[in-house]
């Protein structure tokens, strides 16, 4: 069994790829949603957390208070760096007994992640999906959802530059509202699901 790595930057159309892949019945693990869960279940991962920023990170109910959270990464930046140190390792761990829990006979899972580069976790993977949409385009999605222009620029500069994510890829998919998405998509599911990875 294949684990394949799904990127791109934000706005790029990478969770709709996502969507359309467990559409054609393949295994998608969202990190995303999966680092939200961990901060909540996982006790090291609690406990590290306790540790580095004090009790009042979690409330009484014992779920983390997520806007305290955010008031520490907005007061100290590198707070930011520390808690990926944490969360990171703690995804990739969970996302190794999920891979774990599939039969060998199925040709690929998805691991999806806006930030796999960024993270250098593109080690832990067969191959790597990214997903590329123009700057102008992927701004534009991003004020879409209620964001202002100046924060959609700076959330794209945060994120490692498209043409290195297109570089260090081993498929890409374009998604600028000119190329049919679909037949992208179902091309390297073909690929994958004969297990044809001349280029690893």
């Known amino acids: 069994m294949l684990k394949i790595g799904l990127t791109g930057?934000?706005?790029?159309g990478k969770s709709l790829v996502g969507k359309i892949f467990a559409m054609l019945d393949?295994?998608?693990?969202q990190s995303d949603m999966a680092a939200k869960r961990l901060y909540?279940?996982?006790n090291r991962l609690r406990e590290e957390l306790v540790a580095l920023f004090g009790k009042n990170i979690y409330s009484n109910s014992g779920k983390l208070d997520r806007t305290?959270?955010?008031e520490i990464v907005f007061a100290d930046s590198k707070n930011l760096e520390k808690i990926n140190a944490l969360v990171h390792p703690a995804v990739i761990d969970d996302f190794e007994h999920y891979a774990a829990s599939f039969d060998q006979s199925v040709p690929y899972l998805i691991h999806e992640s806006a930030i796999l580069y960024e993270a250098g976790l593109e080690h832990l993977f067969n191959a790597v999906i990214n997903v590329y949409a123009p700057e102008d385009l992927r701004i534009k999605r991003?004020?879409?959802?209620g964001a202002d222009i100046n924060d959609a620029q700076r959330r794209i500069a945060a994120q490692l530059?498209?043409?290195?994510?297109?570089e260090r890829a081993d498929y890409n998919i374009v998604n600028d509202d000119k190329h049919l998405i679909l037949p992208q998509i179902i091309n390297i599911h073909k690929i994958l699901s004969n297990k044809i990875i001349t280029q690893l």
């Open 68 to 70: 305290r959270l955010a």
């Open 9 to 12: 930057g934000i706005g790029s």
């Open 161 to 166: 530059p498209d043409k290195i994510k297109i």
């Open 40 to 42: 909540d279940s996982d």
């Open 26 to 29: 393949v295994s998608v693990y």
């Open 142 to 145: 991003i004020v879409s959802r």
